[in-house]
């Protein structure tokens, strides 16, 4: 998810661990119009946290503009619990400690009377995450309400909510269409599947213009569609918002153009004879998460949008499945109970309309998810409730799958596969199961990945994240769950038709039929200098048999090369000798352990020396360690004061978290800290750093930030 800076264009990230919402309470006020001193003022603000974990957050903003239209604005307000923004999308935003700002970006600088703007981001907090009270729209704090003008505005602006759009209540004809089949069946044909992402997702986007680019990524194409085909996905989803491609209460017609390219690329794909699942997407945090407060429009215009796109796709072939919403959630209720009613109130309706609409939507496979698209248990059982009372057989049940979030992110010294990862990956797969599959209701993981990607996929180890994907794999299939990758555009080049990461990719398809051998580790090191001796490396048989190890074409002669004792795999010492040669810094050989089924497994071979970190000076919005990582890499990053108390974001935890607070740069042989990990180091506080290293090594470097300032020194 391609969400990690405060530019345009950058999807929203989703938090690993759900630990109950933070909102504040409906604001609003009046704000100043630069273009014109007679203009009538006033806004409404809204501000969600829908997801909570340990030291970080996910916020939403949704700004009305209650007044005349203005152009350009910025949003500013206080954090009262000293929180911070660490990522954001559709906005800039700026800080000076608890102070925050959020101005537009270019596609939604311009706001007409009653539109509304949303924006959101990631944010770090410790102590408490107090939501926010106040805010300030263009200099001027908000209230609610119309303001004041210098000469009364001609008509005054909108002051009531419109009709609600009541659900068709035609019935189906009476030569109902033929059921489409055992939905768990066809849920297994589904598999795999794969997500068009960022793109007719994308949100900066209005009726003038396409938008389907704006996030970056090229115009759909039929051989696009025909591509994905013949990579062997059966399913493809294609996220889709709305928000910008429909007209004003009470029809709320939907843009024909836009209406026509949507069903252009699902025709696409449905020639292909794909599994095709199409959205309300970002809607669910643009303006259904409105709902506590303003009901009646909300449903207004979800009703509207489903009406219509239920009778365009209403003769559309049984394999298009519509999905009521994406990872819906709610600002400013009451709790959990009043986002259970209200989701099934969503999802009742969603059903409502879609089969009442006839045709092929009588019986078409409808799908529904949890709050937040959770795998948590007390969501699971609030959606099975709906499924009860709906008692309908031609329905699929979907949540979403980003692993354990440290492990996910790489934080908290998350960075391994390892047994809590595993387990994690288990418990949230065996709830689903037992809440959902052994009771005869087909399940879709409509996105998985790891949450790391959004920034490069490189913020995840290869080898544990090739672990994570075969495990994953195994664990879905064996429990006849169907999995859609989240690709917005990390992974398939849109145009070259080719993956990013060849190895992942094949990891990934290898698991859609078996198991494959893994390994504690992908790399062993061999010091630069001194005596040479055998290694030793536990492979993960994962129910297989190991066959051979080679170097390319080459079988090493087991005994002589190397040894096999249970899982434990031994390369003698005259092996390592020869694979190292001249013993150059970094990878020397690379082997493949192979299986009696799936991929093999690549075993690098390096050569590496302890990294050497030098003396630096610099400042907190640009400072880089000049690093001689002598064949090494690095793992992760512990911070901690001189009392022994933790440094930086996440303060909960010493490790902090890769790419966001730090980064390496092996080209540049630098390691960077970044402006987000000193907006929370204390000034004139020395802070040692532990830097950890995949060989084991371990290297402490000292930094002191003095206002701006930042030195640093080598241990």
Not at 68 to 74: A, L
Not at 324 to 330: A, G, I, K
Not at 604 to 629: K, W, Y
Not at 636 to 660: C, I, L, Q
């Amino acid at each position: 998810m391609t969400r990690q800076t405060t530019t345009a264009g950058r999807r929203r990230w989703r938090a690993g661990l759900v630990a109950g919402g933070v909102t504040a309470a409906l604001l609003g006020g009046s704000f100043a119009v630069a273009a014109s001193a007679h203009a009538a003022t006033g806004c409404r603000v809204i501000y969600s946290a829908p997801s909570q974990w340990p030291g970080g957050f996910t916020a939403n903003v949704a700004v009305t503009n209650l007044g005349d239209p203005i152009s350009g604005w910025q949003l500013s307000w206080t954090f009262p619990s000293g929180q911070q923004v660490t990522q954001a999308w559709n906005a800039t935003i700026t800080s000076s400690g608890g102070q925050v700002t959020a101005t537009n970006v270019s596609y939604n600088a311009n706001l007409g009377t009653n539109a509304t703007v949303s924006f959101g981001f990631n944010g770090s907090w410790s102590g408490s995450n107090t939501a926010p009270t106040s805010f300030a729209l263009n200099g001027v704090t908000c209230t609610g309400s119309v303001g004041p003008t210098t000469a009364p505005p001609t008509t005054a602006p909108p002051t009531t909510a419109p009709p609600t759009t009541a659900p068709p209540t035609t019935a189906p004809p009476t030569s109902t269409p033929r059921p489409p089949g055992n939905p768990q069946a066809i849920v297994d044909d589904m598999q795999p599947g794969w997500n068009l992402g960022n793109t007719l997702d994308a949100t900066g986007d209005n009726l003038a213009g396409s938008g389907e680019t704006s996030w970056g990524n090229p115009l759909v194409t039929q051989a696009l569609i025909r591509n994905i085909k013949a990579q062997g996905f059966k399913s493809i989803r294609i996220p889709t918002t709305w928000t910008h491609h429909h007209g004003a209460a009470p029809t709320y017609t939907i843009d024909p153009t836009r209406l026509a390219r949507v069903k252009q690329v699902v025709d696409w794909a449905l020639a292909e004879d794909l599994y095709v699942m199409i959205n309300l997407h970002h809607d669910s945090w643009q303006w259904i998460h409105q709902m506590p407060s303003n009901r009646t429009t909300v449903l207004a215009r979800y009703s509207a949008l489903w009406t219509q796109l239920a009778a365009t796709f209403r003769d559309s072939s049984p394999k298009l499945h519509f999905e009521s919403v994406n990872e819906p959630q709610f600002a400013n209720s009451s709790g959990d109970a009043q986002n259970a009613q209200l989701l099934d109130e969503l999802n009742r309706r969603f059903h409502q309309i879609v089969r009442g609409s006839g045709g092929n939507n009588a019986t078409r496979l409808l799908i529904l998810p949890t709050l937040h698209t959770s795998s948590d248990q007390a969501r699971l059982d609030e959606l099975a409730s709906t499924f009860t009372a709906l008692n309908d057989p031609n329905l699929i049940a979907t949540v979403h799958y980003y692993g354990y979030w440290p492990f996910s992110v790489n934080v908290a010294g998350g960075y391994r596969f390892d047994a809590t990862a595993q387990q994690d990956v288990i418990d949230s797969l065996n709830r689903v199961q037992n809440t959902f599959v052994s009771r005869g209701i087909p399940v879709v993981i409509g996105e998985y990945g790891l949450l790391g990607f959004d920034r490069h996929t490189g913020t995840i180890q290869q080898g544990e994240k090739l672990k994570f994907f075969e495990f994953f794999g195994y664990h879905t299939r064996t429990r006849k769950i169907a999995t859609q990758l989240w690709d917005n555009g990390q992974h398939l080049g849109r145009t070259s038709f080719q993956w990013s990461d060849p190895e992942l990719i094949a990891q990934i398809k290898s698991s859609w039929t078996t198991r494959s051998g893994t390994a504690a580790s992908d790399m062993i090191f061999v010091p630069r200098t001194g005596g040479i001796t055998a290694k030793t490396l536990a492979l993960n048989l994962n129910g297989l048999t190991f066959q051979s190890l080679r170097q390319g074409n080459t079988e090493l002669v087991r005994g002589t090369d190397y040894t096999i004792s249970g899982n434990q795999l031994t390369l003698t010492a005259s092996a390592v000798t020869r694979l190292v040669g001249n013993r150059a810094y970094g990878v020397n050989a690379t082997l493949h352990a192979h299986f009696s089924a799936g991929v093999p497994w690549r075993i690098n071979i390096l050569s590496h020396d302890r990294p050497v970190l030098q003396n630096a000076t610099g400042t907190t919005s640009a400072f880089s360690i000049p690093t001689a990582f002598n064949g090494d890499q690095l793992a992760t990053m512990e911070a901690r004061y001189a009392d022994g108390s933790n440094a930086g974001p996440h303060n909960w935890t010493s490790y902090k978290e890769f790419d966001v607070t730090f980064a390496p740069n092996y080209s540049a042989n630098t390691i960077s800290l970044t402006s987000t990990f000193f907006a929370e180091v204390n000034d004139n506080a020395p802070v040692t750093l532990t830097f950890h290293f995949w060989s084991g090594a371990t290297v402490t470097y000292t930094v002191r930030r003095s206002g701006s300032s930042v030195t640093g020194t080598a241990s």
